[in-house]
């Protein structure tokens, strides 16, 4: 019989507040949410009971699909002693901006927070690309409708600019492998993909290594550039916790020596706007253009080549595009798995954070 035996330090310790972007921590928290997530993550293993969340409610609004958010919080919810709850928007009136209402099928996002927030818990939401008419930033801005309107904490499951958990995943994949970070190269790499990925996950993965003072490389053809705000802040925080960054199109150049590469796919920003010359959605165009680049694969060989570096990658990862089988079967120092399992126990931490209380 395993007891429960109370709550333990992190439950509660940000009562109240909102988890949009990594941008709002520091280093210091982020460690914070790691040591959560190895506690949650032991116990989980053990089979130890953790219910901090007993009762509570986090309703989840996904705009785009998804198969590792959606079944993390799901999961994580349910192991904390609550539920998640998954809302369709196409299946509620949409949660939308003031400037997108359609009467009787829209519904303000500040009404809609303001209901949920008398039923539950938190609300957490995943919207970019189509959902977000493709005007990068839009998502991001949906996302801080909600956290403006709501009064229990609204969580980023990943928009057009940000995906913080899944960054923390990935930082705490690599802290378990090489526990710090500060000084060793760390490669953010564009990889081809037939598909259009949002900017968020380069973006964040560049703010986290910057935060753990890694050496930060951004590999990327040109056109594919990340924004520009979102570079001054991670080399503010390359300067502030003694890391750097540079900037190549040279990917071999990059993976050189690299202790992590992170290489995925993501879109080529000037054919979307606030970006694009016209102000318009370039959608086919930008297809096109990334279709010059299907050189820019992982394989076994380049990793070989490199000097064998950690291999990393959200998911989903586009086989025999962004990299080859078998890299994802096979090479030995690839942390795609554990990337994916850290979705669980980072945001079971946050979650325990933020939803959780500090008295009984
Ligand atoms: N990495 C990630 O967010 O995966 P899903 O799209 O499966 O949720």
Redesign the pocket.
Known sequence: MVRYLGKPWYVGIWEGQDYLSNLERTQEDVKLIINAARDLERKFKAKVPTPYLQGQTLFMFFY???????N?FEAGMSQLGGHAHFLSPQDVYTPTLPEDMEAYKTEAIGDVARVLSRYGNAIAI?IYADAAKWHIGRGHRVIEEFAKWASIPVLN??DDVF?PF?SLADVKAALDVVPNLRGKKFVVSYAYSGGLKPLA?PQDVAIMAAMMGAEVWIAHPPGFELMENVMEAVRGLADRYGGSVRVTSDMKEAFEGATFVYPKAWSPKAFFPPFSADGKVHKEEAVEYQSRFRNWIVTRELLEEAGRPYYMH???ADRGQEVTDEVLDTYEKSLYFEE?EN?LHVQKAVMSMVMGSRYE
Do not use: F, I, K
């Open positions: 785009n699909r998804s198969l590792r958010t959606r993390s995943r499951m990943e995906h899944q996950v959200c998911g989903p994916a979705r």
